[in-house]
């Protein structure tokens, strides 16, 4: 830490801030767009030109109106075709992939765009770390904590993105950072512009409505425990300048959504989650419709609503899901913990380990004790929620938004340089050099990174798959390694992603599939399966046989509803398109082999 003393920190802050630039810009350029990047992408186009947001409603619309925002001033648009808005379809995916479909090689271009748009909210989040570090815990704490966004594999591969998480985790620390402040010194324009973070982090993701009832139950719990007590004015004050900053906080959703829909009545809604309807006449129905609540009016647009409904929905309907080796239809209460042991650099586990060391060993003169307490809060809240949501779990990155408030946090183990031991000194540099080399060393591959203790990015499926470490990022790799091997064609692929192949000029064809079944092995079409000599390259997401649609080839997309491609984790890859591509070339002997351990009949 003894830089610190030969620079001033806020140059330090600002010289991290732009390498992290630079590392996000330059990641965003190399690779494909993710299944959820093309819908966001449809979605924000269709709400710059239409005014309405029922695509993607799922999630607020601030992050991809901000990314589609110089995509749709160069005049790029998605198709003029009705689309189906019922909350049981979701089009916008569809509305994405005609886009892509319809540019080509140019959409690639407009997705890169878009995702330099959303540089200012990485720029940001790492800024309030910084910040809100430096006035918890001193300078010291404030770079490592934004060392640790700036250098962080999962920031990394987020902020390259146009999803909404990196905006979230960002606009919501933003958020609590400003209740923060106003706690420590009420005032009425601190409330103003805590209502304006609230507003901004509800407008990214709908998770952060907790902060509607977390933050009311801190202000008072922990207002309990000053002394002496507030007096009775200053609690009226106080709770006028908490409620008038919700009102600010709700029009500003209000306005985000153009009030498209907003105070609609309670039972005029469309809703398909348990929670919010009833079975009438063998249908589903809005549970409100006829009662006293149906004529509530909700202050809130119609879509933020519907968009919680649907996610609840999605929920519900339990997709399989994949840990460490294992299928299920539903989710496990401790996939986000799994995840981060796996996915966080150990670099940061062992500064974890030594901020622990500080609770009570160093006392800390700028901030008390409910001060942490607030700080620490929303980032413990945010995933305790994500985890009780148990009907499916795909992306670590739902819980992104908690781990601003965790590097903060760690930042106080810098406060052990004050002790002047050489050795705690040491091991600090040491676990934040292992957490950042270990992130570069895999960039700008750092949605596949995994630690050492997981086995790395190649043994990272064995573990997680999805957005985790294969989202369709690694098309445009395959396709330099196809140009650099001419005797890889013709190519049989499963590509994660909804985007066809072909619009990056990458031509393919499925690969035969495999037995699935007893039946499979002895019934006419066992001699046409898989495993088949040739070239192939498999996402490893499908390799671990995910139930998902792919690219076919032919302008369509298929539903893979068996694990038809497990049979190629019986080969050995020759080798990678990134961390998410495995590439297989097959000789008749080799298949043969496999067939007959699989029962197959052998290729003459």
């Given at each position: 830490m003894a830089l610190v003393h030969s620079f001033r920190p806020g140059y330090l802050a600002v010289v991290l801030l732009g390498i992290h630039a630079a590392l996000v810009g330059w990641g965003a350029t190399r690779h494909s767009p993710s299944p959820d990047e093309v819908g966001h992408m449809g979605a924000g186009l269709h709400h710059w030109h239409t005014g309405t947001f029922d695509l993607y409603r799922v999630n607020p619309p601030l992050v991809r109106l901000l990314a589609t925002a110089p995509v749709a001033l160069l005049g790029a648009r998605e198709r003029d075709t009705e689309v189906n808005t019922h909350p049981f379809n979701r089009p916008e995916f569809f509305v994405g992939r005609d886009f892509v479909n319809d540019h080509r090689a140019r959409a690639f271009w407009y997705f890169t765009l878009a995702r330099w748009a959303c540089l200012p909210l990485t720029l940001l989040g790492g800024y309030i770390c910084y910040r809100w570090g430096r006035e918890l815990y001193g300078p010291k704490a404030a770079l490592l904590a934004l060392a640790l966004w700036c250098f962080s594999p999962m920031m990394l591969a987020n902020a390259q993105m146009i999803t909404p998480d990196t905006g979230a985790a960002a606009l919501g620390t933003l958020a609590c950072y400003l209740f923060w402040r106003w706690f420590r010194?009420?005032?009425?324009?601190?409330?103003?512009?805590?209502?304006?973070?609230?507003?901004?982090?509800?407008?990214?993701?709908?998770?952060?409505?907790?902060?509607?009832?977390?933050?009311?139950?801190?202000?008072?719990?922990?207002?309990?425990?000053?002394?002496?007590?507030?007096?009775?004015?200053?609690?009226?004050?106080?709770?006028?300048?908490?409620?008038?900053?919700?009102?600010?906080?709700?029009?500003?959703?209000?306005?985000?959504?153009?009030?498209?829909?907003?105070?609609?009545?309670?039972?005029?809604?469309?809703?398909?989650?348990?929670?919010?309807?009833?079975?009438?006449?063998?249908?589903?129905?809005?549970?409100?419709?006829?009662?006293?609540?149906?004529?509530?009016?909700?202050?809130?647009?119609?879509?933020?609503?519907?968009?919680?409904?649907?996610?609840?929905?999605?929920?519900?309907?339990?997709?399989?899901?994949?840990?460490?080796?294992?299928?299920?239809?539903?989710?496990?209460?401790?996939?986000?913990?799994?995840?981060?042991?796996?996915?966080?650099?150990?670099?940061?586990?062992?500064?974890?380990?030594?901020?622990?060391?500080?609770?009570?060993?160093?006392?800390?003169?700028?901030?008390?004790?409910?001060?942490?307490?607030?700080?620490?809060?929303?980032?413990?809240?945010?995933?305790?929620?994500?985890?009780?949501?148990?009907?499916?779990?795909?992306?670590?990155?739902?819980?992104?938004?908690?781990?601003?408030?965790?590097?903060?946090?760690?930042?106080?183990?810098?406060?052990?340089?004050?002790?002047?031991?050489?050795?705690?000194?040491?091991?600090?540099?040491?676990?934040?050099?292992?957490?950042?080399?270990?992130?570069?060393?895999?960039?700008?591959?750092?949605?596949?990174?995994?630690?050492?203790?997981?086995?790395?990015?190649?043994?990272?499926?064995?573990?997680?798959?999805?957005?985790?470490?294969?989202?369709?990022?690694?098309?445009?790799?395959?396709?330099?390694?196809?140009?650099?091997?001419?005797?890889?064609?013709?190519?049989?692929?499963?590509?994660?992603?909804?985007?066809?192949?072909?619009?990056?000029?990458?031509?393919?064809?499925?690969?035969?599939?495999?037995?699935?079944?007893?039946?499979?092995?002895?019934?006419?079409?066992?001699?046409?399966?898989?495993?088949?000599?040739?070239?192939?390259?498999?996402?490893v997401t499908l390799l671990r046989g995910y139930r998902f649609s792919v690219p076919d080839g032919k302008d369509g997309m298929v539903y893979l509803d068996k694990e038809y491609y497990t049979y190629f984790l019986r080969f050995q890859p020759v080798a990678r398109a990134g961390y998410s591509i495995y590439i297989y070339h097959l000789d008749q002997d080799a298949c043969n082999r496999v067939r007959a351990e699989m029962g197959l009949p052998r290729l003459k």
């Open positions: 010194e009420p005032s009425w324009p601190r409330a103003y512009w805590m209502g304006v973070g609230l507003g901004l982090a509800l407008l990214c993701k709908t998770s952060w409505i907790l902060l509607l009832p977390l933050w009311p139950l801190s202000w008072i719990v922990l207002r309990s425990t000053q002394r002496p007590l507030l007096h009775w004015r200053a609690w009226l004050s106080e709770g006028g300048q908490v409620a008038c900053s919700f009102l600010l906080g709700l029009v500003l959703i209000n306005v985000g959504y153009l009030f498209e829909g907003s105070f609609m009545q309670l039972g005029r809604y469309t809703f398909i989650s348990q929670p919010l309807t009833v079975a009438r006449d063998g249908q589903l129905k809005n549970r409100f419709t006829d009662t006293w609540a149906g004529a509530l009016p909700m202050p809130v647009p119609r879509n933020f609503l519907s968009g919680i409904d649907v996610q609840r929905r999605d929920f519900e309907r339990r997709y399989w899901s994949y840990l460490g080796g294992e299928w299920r239809q539903e989710g496990w209460w401790y996939y986000y913990l799994y995840g981060l042991g796996v996915k966080w650099p150990l670099g940061n586990w062992l500064l974890l380990l030594l901020a622990l060391c500080t609770v009570g060993l160093v006392k800390n003169r700028r901030s008390t004790w409910q001060d942490e307490v607030l700080m620490i809060l929303p980032g413990v809240s945010l995933f305790a929620l994500v985890s009780s949501q148990t009907g499916f779990n795909h992306h670590l990155r739902y819980v992104l938004p908690a781990l601003p408030f965790a590097f903060i946090w760690i930042g106080r183990v810098a406060e052990l340089s004050a002790i002047r031991k050489p050795l705690l000194s040491s091991a600090i540099m040491i676990a934040l050099g292992w957490s950042i080399g270990t992130s570069l060393v895999v960039y700008p591959h750092s949605m596949s990174y995994f630690n050492e203790l997981a086995g790395g990015p190649p043994n990272g499926h064995a573990h997680l798959v999805d957005s985790n470490i294969d989202w369709g990022q690694d098309l445009f790799y395959l396709k330099r390694w196809l140009e650099e091997h001419p005797e890889a064609r013709p190519l049989g692929l499963v590509y994660f992603g909804f985007i066809d192949p072909r619009a990056a000029d990458v031509e393919f064809s499925l690969p035969a599939r495999g037995p699935t079944d007893e039946a499979d092995l002895t019934g006419p079409f066992a001699a046409t399966l898989g495993p088949r000599p040739g070239w192939y390259a498999i996402s």
